[in-house]
């Protein structure tokens, strides 16, 4: 496992080195089930993104935007909530190759950040269910699994409403089970590439 502190989130550098690499928020597609097209569209990606040396950029929508917009504001509110300092990193290589996590931020207490910012409905959802959204589940553990963390902060924010806060702590059985599709996938991935 790897910290790289010297590059931005969003810079140029930060989408190379994550050319032809499963991130976090891909790992849902890659363990997705049935007819797996959602994995066969990732993996297509990867191929196009190695072979053409140049980071897939997918569909940002205006509530997206909006998300990254706000993110400074719910990072300040998270440390003035938990009392915790969080350092920005640019990502985490993880000790599989053409593996990593972007994470929010690393805090003080020794875990790792997801920051949300969603749209006023979704947060009142959240707020509601009062747990982890299942949606987000695969993509925290994969980023304790590639930082080596034991827990991971969620934390949803929209400036109308409550924050919701939760600390979500490791899962070894999903962990491994992550690990064995990832590597399974980056196997596949060589020999499609092969063929290429």
Not at 55 to 73: I, L
Not at 80 to 105: A, M, R, W, Y
Not at 121 to 131: F, L, N, P, W
Request: net charge neutral; charged share 35%; with cysteine.
């Amino acid at each position: 496992m790897e910290i790289i502190r010297d590059i931005d989130q969003l810079s140029k550098e930060w989408f190379e080195m994550r050319i032809g690499s499963v991130g976090g928020s891909s790992i849902k597609d890659l363990m997705a089930k049935g007819q797996g097209k959602s994995r066969k569209s990732l993996m297509y990606r990867l191929v196009e993104e190695i072979r053409e040396n140049k980071k897939h950029e997918g569909y940002v929508s205006k509530a997206m935007e909006e998300g990254t917009r706000r993110e400074p504001e719910s990072r300040r509110d998270f440390c003035f909530i938990t009392g915790l300092e969080v350092e920005e990193v640019g990502l985490i290589k993880g000790n599989v190759p053409q593996t990593h996590c972007s994470p929010d931020g690393l805090t003080s207490d020794g875990a790792g950040l997801e920051l949300k910012n969603p749209k006023y409905t979704t947060q009142v959802k959240r707020i509601d269910e009062d747990r982890l959204p299942l949606e987000y589940e695969k993509q925290v553990q994969y980023s304790m699994w590639i930082a080596e963390y034991d827990s991971w902060w969620f934390f949803s924010y929209h400036p109308k409403l409550n924050p919701f806060l939760l600390k979500v702590e490791r899962d070894e059985k999903l962990i491994k089970e992550i690990k064995t599709e990832t590597i399974k996938f980056l196997a596949e991935l060589k020999i499609l590439l092969k063929k290429m």
